[in-house]
């Protein structure tokens, strides 16, 4: 409790809390991230980092939603629950991370608003393989951000607390949105059934132990059979010192205190979070909530000063030996004499431990459990973040020699698609060059009119197996004039038909697949791939394994061996059957296609 607004009231319990909360997080990211790419070398670290992220908030949203019904089962979780929201913010601003990282990586450096390509990449909400995960994250992450931005107390006060706690009970659906976000997107791209068994272990632990919880809550739930008017709640002699005893009345929970040989009854419910006082203890002459330690006076309900909180209380009175409430409830901060009985002493509630996170030192027992408990949750993060990048799907094989500019002597060529034609050492043999610009753009513009042209170019390069392709830096395309009498490459030989056919396979932009991005195929690269043949990059049918070097791929045009038309776009990381002519022009295979048909 605090008499006025402070970002956070630190004490060492909270620093401590922190401490192992930021090493838990810092180790989690880490080990995912360190195993993902010292068992896979082709992997990048942006999408390490992006999984890691993601992985590491969901984990701990994970360990949040179980602090509840654990701490309702084994009071020893209650140091773990008192700073619950120290870990809800923590946790929402990883998934803001997670969810920045991916946009700018999947969506940025297009023709369009980031925000707005995440909302225009060619899903299909009837087919999971296309269905569009990332706005169940979006979602997801709407929720996360609104419930750690009222997280306050002072949100509390001003929204009340049945609509602060209903707003928190988002938390649910957002688990919710994150199971589908993470089964429809990163799952699909997994290597084995590990990270689906984890994710639904994961989902089923959380609503069993709720279901546990719940199902234990019942037994205190139940009214007397018969009972009308006053309503017995227990015999005197078993309420200890302290501590409180719970009777049904009218459908709503009352605690029963003890205190100084004095009997007084309040409503169960407190009035910060709505935690149950009967589970509390009088400390310092105040009943203490165990969830964060608001305190109220047993005889009228009120805090004491400066405080103002109140709830209600409920006249009590003795007969046959039995103490029974009044069902009428008293309003909130109503003064009731207390019920005065004489009985022997009784062995102090305090015999068991109790603590609230504002009390300098937890109890050894309390303590020791809480202890055991933070390490089996940091374990079981790190366990399952290991274990995730494990299994994840082997990264392509291809590379981007980010930061690296390069100068190569050649010939443009506008078509089937913008080209660098590089003679080789025999000046015969041409090593082809697909142009992209940066960013999710083709090269079109830089290369317009200027067909069998000799240029001096300077590019990024990208290669995977034996095709190449040069990211065109901006201005990096110079005419070069021979000296006289140099004689430059050989004609280039004209294509040569192959025949038509029909190859079923996925369309994917090139400039990712062969090495800019990793995964560059499935689900999770659709909106990617959507953007960057709009935006120009050539289009390519790949057949055969997404991990093989050489996996056979054919650039795609119109059937009249135009530019790709714009929707093909539409059709990226689908299973598609294409029919057209098939020609091959040096290494390179094209199909001009004359029909595209989605081959679910």
């Given amino acids: 409790m605090s008499a006025a607004y402070k970002a956070v009231n630190w004490n060492r319990q909270k620093f401590l809390y922190d401490g192992v909360l930021a090493a838990a997080v810092l180790a989690t990211l880490l080990a995912f991230v360190g195993v993902t790419l010292g068992l896979d070398p082709a992997a990048t670290l942006e999408t390490a980092l992006i999984r890691g992220l993601g992985a590491t908030a969901f984990a701990l949203l994970t360990v949040i939603l179980l602090l509840g019904p654990v701490a309702r089962l084994d009071p020893r979780a209650l140091p773990l629950l008192y700073n619950r929201r120290h870990l809800g913010v923590t946790m929402a601003l990883l998934a803001l991370a997670h969810a920045t990282f991916a946009l700018v990586q999947f969506h940025a450096l297009g023709d369009v608003n980031p925000l707005v390509s995440l909302l225009d990449g060619a899903a299909d909400w009837r087919h999971a393989a296309t269905f569009p995960f990332e706005l169940l994250g979006l979602g997801a992450l709407a929720i996360l951000l609104l419930m750690a931005a009222t997280s306050h107390d002072y949100w509390l006060a001003t929204l009340t607390a049945p609509v602060w706690k209903a707003l928190h009970m988002l938390a649910y659906p957002a688990y919710a949105l994150l199971v589908g976000h993470v089964a429809l997107g990163s799952l699909q791209a997994a290597a084995g059934a590990l990270p689906g068994v984890l994710l639904l272990a994961s989902a089923l632990l959380v609503f069993g132990l709720h279901l546990v919880a719940g199902w234990r809550e019942r037994a205190g739930d139940v009214e007397p059979a018969g009972a009308t008017g006053w309503v017995p709640a227990c015999r005197p002699e078993e309420i200890r010192e302290g501590r409180a005893r719970m009777a049904v009345v009218a459908g709503e929970r009352v605690a029963v205190f003890r205190h100084q040989g004095t009997l007084s009854a309040v409503s169960n419910v407190c009035a910060h979070q709505n935690g149950p006082l009967g589970e509390g203890k009088i400390v310092d002459g105040c009943i203490t909530c165990p969830w964060h330690g608001y305190q109220y006076r047993p005889h009228d309900g009120c805090s004491p000063p400066p405080f103002t909180e109140t709830i209600p209380t409920f006249n009590l009175a003795l007969r046959d030996g039995w103490v029974v409430v009044d069902p009428v409830p008293n309003p909130p901060g109503t003064p009731v004499p207390p019920l005065r009985l004489d009985l022997p002493d009784s062995a102090p509630g305090g015999g068991d431990e109790f603590y609230v996170g504002y009390f300098p030192v937890a109890p050894a027992g309390i303590a020791r459990g809480a202890r055991l408990l933070a390490a089996a949750a940091v374990l079981l993060a790190l366990g399952s973040a290991v274990l995730v990048a494990r299994t994840q799907g082997a990264a392509a094989p291809g590379r981007f020699a980010y930061g690296t500019v390069e100068t190569l002597r050649g010939q443009l060529r506008e078509h089937p698609t913008p080209m660098l034609l590089v003679p080789g050492d025999d000046g015969v043999a041409y090593r082809r060059f697909l142009l992209v610009g940066e960013g999710k753009h083709g090269a079109a513009a830089e290369v317009a009119g200027r067909d069998g042209e000799w240029v001096d170019l300077a590019g990024t390069r990208i290669a995977r197996g034996h095709r190449e392709m040069l990211e065109v830096r901006a201005g990096g395309i110079a005419r070069y004039t021979p000296p ?36 560059a195929t499935g689900n999770v690269h659709r909106g990617c791939g959507h953007r960057c043949l709009r935006g120009g990059v050539p289009a390519f049918l790949m057949v055969g394994a997404h991990g093989d070097a050489d996996a056979l791929h054919l650039l795609l045009t119109a059937e009249d061996g135009g530019p790709a038309p714009g929707h093909f776009a539409e059709l990226v990381g689908r299973p598609v059957e294409l029919s057209g002519e098939v020609v091959r022009e040096g290494d390179l295979l094209v199909m001009r296609v004359a029909q595209a048909v989605v081959a679910w």
């Fill in 484 to 519: 006289p009498n140099v004689r430059l490459g050989l004609p280039v030989p004209p294509p040569v038909a192959l025949g038509r056919f029909t190859l079923r396979g996925e369309i994917v932009d090139s400039k990712c697949w062969l090495g800019v991005m990793k995964p």
